[in-house]
């Protein structure tokens, strides 16, 4: 494994081209998808039990399909104490930090009149909810919770089921703790296409939110293309950058490259250190290798931070003797780890701020999921007659200098009376 430095002359034109690969990643799907959802407008409930058997191994009914309240509640006997009272302690941290997110409207009044932003609830969301190897019940939470609390009053979560049509028990408990019990096994594109379009007793939900592989995310993007649904975020590989200055152990480093890694090819992990040493040490020391794994040596804590920046990553952690210094500059990660003894990990579970992040450079614009998500601005104009008489003329004029006639009646007719 090559470590860059940043003093050599080709590094600038080198780091420019690894960014362009990464925000340039396709899926390559859209086809594909698009037959998806085409089959789903014209068959409905029988195309989604037809992918379902195709493609998740399930076999059932459309009432199948459907998770019963009597396996919801026979999933807490099949987990361990100790998993119930993890699943429990993240419920618990998770709910506390999203409930300080909750935003507040605004009224301006004038006279008689008001001028308000409302925000309201969105009526219904999908949570999709990865399944198979890595049954990702802290996503249940993540998504969830945020959503309870907006006041959204329909939650329906897909996840794929395994080849018995069994659901991981610590996905279905954690949304019975969450109060979900609208729960389909189904995964993949057909998912998010039933979600999006609805088929037989299942309804449309208005935005979807979870992470996914490709087929997922393609047909994220696509049932948002066709003004089907709302979406959180593209969700690529997984992403981790570690800034460093040589002062803790390098076996944390390695620890955490590797687990960002562990999430499957794809993945992007860059350590960027002021310090030589260190960053052999890491190189000796790992033993994952990723075709997107970069050991960087910089020059200075600022060059770290720029860098950081441009590369607008979902994760980030510094490993410096003094971390807060370092955390006014770095306006492009979606999330932080501050200190050496904050990995990723941890936020990824109990920590409390949203795991739910965008990747491939979108953090730059991008934020991590919360209550705002399943949220929507309303605004609302109250006009009384005497502020129609101030402001109805100045807007006449204004519509007619736009050259709209009709607008400029629609106001007359109000304060020439």
């Not at 990553?313 to 003894?341: K, M, N, R, S, V």
Request: glycine share 10%.
């Amino acid at each position: 494994m090559k470590i860059l430095n940043t003093r050599d002359k080709k590094f600038a034109g080198e780091f420019s081209r690894l960014l362009k690969q990464r925000a340039g990643f396709k899926l390559g799907l859209e086809e594909k998808v698009a037959g998806i959802f085409s089959a789903l407008e014209k068959r409905g409930i029988r195309a989604v039990l037809e992918f379902a058997k195709k493609f998740d191994g399930f076999s059932g009914t459309e009432k199948e399909l459907r998770v019963s309240e009597k396996e919801l509640n026979r999933a807490e006997k099949e987990l361990s104490p100790g998993q119930i009272q993890a699943i429990r302690l993240a419920v618990k941290r998770i709910e506390r930090f999203h409930r300080g997110q909750v935003p507040d409207g605004y009224i301006l009044k004038e006279a008689d009149s008001f001028f308000e932003e409302r925000w309201i609830p969105l009526r219904s969301v999908g949570v999709y909810i990865p399944g198979g190897k890595a049954p990702l019940a802290s996503t249940v939470l993540m998504t969830a919770i945020p959503a309870q609390i907006a006041g959204v009053k329909r939650i329906a979560m897909v996840t794929p089921a395994d080849r018995t049509g069994k659901i991981h028990p610590a996905i279905l408990f954690a949304a019975k703790l969450t109060g979900v019990e609208e729960i389909y096994r189904v995964g993949g594109a057909h998912a998010i296409a039933l979600l999006s379009l609805g088929a037989g007793r299942i309804q449309k939900v208005d935005k979807v939110v979870g992470p996914g592989g490709p087929w997922v995310s393609a047909a994220k993007v696509y049932g948002q293309s066709k003004g089907l649904i709302g979406i959180d975020t593209f969700a690529g590989p997984s992403e981790i950058v570690i800034l460093s200055d040589g002062s803790a152990p390098a076996e944390y480093a390695i620890a955490d490259l590797s687990a960002q890694l562990e999430h499957g090819p794809g993945g992007w992990a860059f350590l960027l250190s002021t310090s030589a040493d260190y960053l052999e040490k890491i190189k000796a020391g790992l033993k994952l290798r990723g075709k997107n794994l970069f050991l960087i040596h910089s020059r200075s804590d600022p060059e770290m931070i720029e860098l950081s920046n441009r590369i607008a990553p979902e994760h980030l952690e510094i490993h410096t003797a003094e971390p807060e210094q370092l955390l006014a500059g770095l306006t492009g990660p979606a999330a932080i780890y501050a200190g050496a003894d904050s990995p990723v990990a941890i936020g990824d579970y109990l920590a409390g701020p949203n795991h739910c992040l965008p990747t491939g450079g979108r953090a730059a614009f991008d934020s991590p999921l919360g209550v705002w998500d399943f949220m929507k601005r309303q605004s609302v104009v109250r006009i009384c007659s005497e502020m129609m008489r101030q402001l109805g003329k100045p807007a006449a004029e204004f519509a007619e200098l736009e050259g709209l006639k009709e607008h400029s009646r629609s106001l007359k007719i109000r304060f020439e009376k």
